[in-house]
Each structure stands twice: as C-alpha cells, then as structure tokens.
T-cell receptor, first 113, second 115 residues
C-alpha cells in the first residue's frame, strides 16, 4: 500500500495565524515526498519536495516552509498566513518499482479569512 | 526546462460521445508522460502512463493516450464517455535528476459530460 494520510482535511484560519499541515505515508521506505498547492480553478503548483530526512527543496519563494523530521512524515508550515495561501494542498509520494509515478493524498483544504 | 500545456481548460461533451483532451509538452531530456484524474475534493488518481515502448497506452476507465514524439504530444482519448467521467484531468511529465524525480503538471482540463 502506498497510502498517504493528510491532516487536517479542512481548515479555516485567520490572516496572520500559523499553519501546520501534516502528511504521513505508508509503504516503501525513503520515498520522494512532495507538497503541491491547487488554487481555485488552477493547476498544481509544486511547493516543496524532499528526497530524504531533513532534505527539502523549495520551488517557489513564499511564506511557507516544509520539514521532514522522519522518513514517512512531511510537514507544511507557515508562521503567518496570507489570504493568497488559501487553496487545496496535496501531499504526494513516489514508490520504488513504480518509476515516475506519483501517489497523492486526499488533500487539505485551507481557507484563510 | 520542462513544461506542459493543456490546450483546453474546459471540454463539454455529450454522454456516449467520444472525447479527446489535448496535451503538449516541452523537454530537453527524456521524460515519462502521465494523465491523472481528479474528482471534486479528492487527490489525483493515475489514469495511464507512458514510460517506453508502444506509443499507444491504455489505462483505466476505458481511457487511452498516444505518445507522439515528433509533435511532443500526449493526447488523452475515450471513445464513449459516461457521466461519471466528469472530472478534472491533468497531464504531467516527469524525469529523474540527481535531486530525485521531478514532476510538472499542466493547468488541467475540466471535462463535463452532459446527459
């Protein structure tokens, strides 16, 4: 199983508040992990990816950050949310034996008011 | 650099009619090609993928796609759509670099099947 758990599923936060979205994965060890954001009516924007514990690469400068404290845990954070941070956040992983394929979680919907 | 272009943002089609969703890509390296489907408020699910070999790829739910290297296209087709095919469809490319697998998605095509 390449199950991905995302928590929370939905979140409503005021502008300026902190954020923590959690993603935990099952299945093969040492997967590549990804955070994508999907704004309303738009495609997927890659935010961060990680090839191992403590290794984070950022694709787009923003007020978000990511951390990978354990092999199967990937966390998306912010110290102060902006209105533009609203969107649908998807965690994804690769799996050995499935070249080039991504497995997605069910997503976390964030609304910043 | 890699990029993916989905030429149609919205495609309405009548039930049982055929459909083609277009995808073009650009890449300076060899890539894998994918189509994903997303139902409302859910994550993405793989429909089909092209890694190598036969350029005609068959996937789940009766979908197929054809890789055309000269036209750098990977169009998705289904001969007869069903109401349940109403969803968002994403074309994607990936390649492997020394920093891991890189994935690039198109902006998506919203398919609406009309009864």
């Amino acid at each position: 199983s390449q199950t991905i758990h995302q928590w929370p599923a939905t979140l409503v936060q005021p502008v300026g508040s902190p954020l923590s979205l959690e993603c935990t994965v099952e299945g093969t060890s040492n997967p590549n992990l990804y955070w994508y954001r999907q704004a309303a009516g738009r495609g997927l924007q890659l935010l961060f990816y990680s090839v191992g514990i403590g290794q984070i690469s950022s694709e787009v400068p923003q007020n978000l950050s990511a951390s990978r404290p354990q092999d199967r845990q990937f966390i998306l954070s912010s110290k102060k949310l902006l209105l533009s941070d609203s969107g649908f956040y998807l965690c994804a992983r690769t799996a050995s034996g499935r070249p080039g394929e991504l497995f997605f979680g069910e997503g976390s919907r964030l609304t910043v008011l | 650099a890699q990029s993916v272009t989905q030429l149609d943002s919205q495609v309405p089609v009548f039930e049982e009619a055929p459909v083609e969703l277009r995808c073009n890509y650009s890449s300076s390296v060899s890539v894998y090609l994918f189509w994903y489907v997303q139902y409302p408020n859910q994550g993405l699910q793989l429909l089909l993928k092209y890694l190598s070999g036969s350029t005609l790829v068959k996937g789940i739910k009766g979908f197929e796609a054809e890789f055309n290297k000269s036209q750098t296209s990977f169009h998705l087709r289904k001969p007869s759509v069903h109401i349940s095919d109403t969803a968002e469809y994403f074309c994607a490319v990936s390649h492997t670099s020394n920093t891991g697998n890189q994935f690039y998605f198109g902006t998506g095509t919203s398919l609406t099947v009309i009864p």
